[in-house]
C-alpha cells in the first residue's frame, strides 16, 4: 500500500525560505518509472502543479516557478523535499506530494496535504 | 507553456443526469490528459489517465474521451457522490481551472 504524508512549518514570514519534506512509504525512488510531485491550492482557488522528480533524477519545474523551487530526493530515507525561496503571502496554501508512474504521466495516490500560511 | 482551460466553470445538475465536462490544450498534448475528483478539504483522486483509461476501483459511470487537444469527461449517471469539482491536468504537470458539479 502506498502512502505519503507531508511536513513542514505551518506559518512562514515573506521573504523566507520554505522547506516541505514528503515521506513515502509502499515504493521506491530507485524504482525505475516512478515519480513524486508536488502540486499547490491556495484556499477556494484550482490545483497548481510545482515540481516533479523521478527515479532517474529528472528533475521538471513549473516555468513560471522555476527560479524559486528546488526537488531534491533521499532514496535511503523515502523522502522528496521541495525547497520554496522568497515566499509571499500568495504562496498561502495546501501543499500536496504525490506519486506518479512515468507510464501513466499521472498522480495517484496523493498525500493528505499540508496547509501553509505566509503572514508576518 | 501549454495552457488548459475547462468549460463549464460550474454546472448544476440532478442525480441521474448525464453530466460531460470539457477539456481543451492550448495545443497538442496527444493522449496524456488526466481528469481528478475533489471534495471540499480532501486531497485530489484520479479517475481518469491516458484521456481513456479509467484508474483502479473508480465507477464505470466515469469514462473519459480525446486526444490533441479537445477532452471530454463523462458521467453517466450522476450520483449523490459525485457532485465535487473536477480538474483535468495535462501529462504530470500543469492543471485546468476546474469544474464545479452542484446539485441543481
Known amino acids: 500500500q502506498i502512502t505519503l504524508k507531508e511536513s513542514g512549518p505551518t506559518l512562514v514570514k515573506p521573504t523566507q525560505t520554505l522547506t516541505l519534506t514528503c515521506t513515502f512509504s509502499?515504493?521506491?525512488?530507485?524504482?525505475?518509472?516512478?515519480?513524486v510531485g508536488w502540486i499547490r491550492q491556495p484556499p477556494g482557488k484550482a490545483l497548481e502543479w510545482l515540481a516533479l522528480?523521478?527515479?532517474?533524477?529528472?528533475?521538471r519545474y513549473s516555468p513560471s516557478l522555476k527560479s524559486r523551487l528546488t526537488i531534491t530526493k533521499d532514496t535511503s530515507k523515502n523522502q522528496v523535499v521541495l525547497t520554496m525561496t522568497n515566499m509571499d503571502p500568495v504562496d498561502t496554501a495546501t501543499y500536496y506530494c504525490a506519486h506518479i508512474h512515468f507510464t501513466i504521466r499521472a498522480f495517484d495516490i496523493w498525500g493528505q496535504g499540508t496547509m501553509v500560511t505566509v503572514s508576518s | 507553456d501549454i495552457q488548459m482551460t475547462q468549460s463549464p466553470s460550474t454546472l448544476s445538475a440532478s442525480v441521474g443526469d448525464r453530466v460531460t465536462i470539457t477539456c481543451r490544450a492550448s495545443q497538442s498534448i496527444s493522449s496524456w490528459l488526466a481528469w481528478y475528483q475533489q471534495k471540499p478539504g480532501k486531497a485530489p483522486k484520479l479517475l481518469i489517465y491516458k484521456a481513456s483509461s479509467l484508474e483502479s476501483g473508480v465507477p464505470s459511470r466515469f469514462s473519459g474521451s480525446g486526444s490533441g487537444t479537445e477532452f471530454t469527461l463523462t458521467i453517466s449517471s450522476l450520483q449523490p457522490d459525485d457532485f465535487a469539482t473536477y480538474y483535468c491536468q495535462q501529462y504530470n504537470s500543469y492543471f485546468g481551472p476546474g469544474t464545479k458539479v452542484d446539485i441543481k
Open positions: 522528480i523521478y527515479w532517474n533524477d529528472d528533475k
Open positions: 509502499g515504493f521506491s525512488l530507485s524504482t525505475s518509472g516512478v515519480g
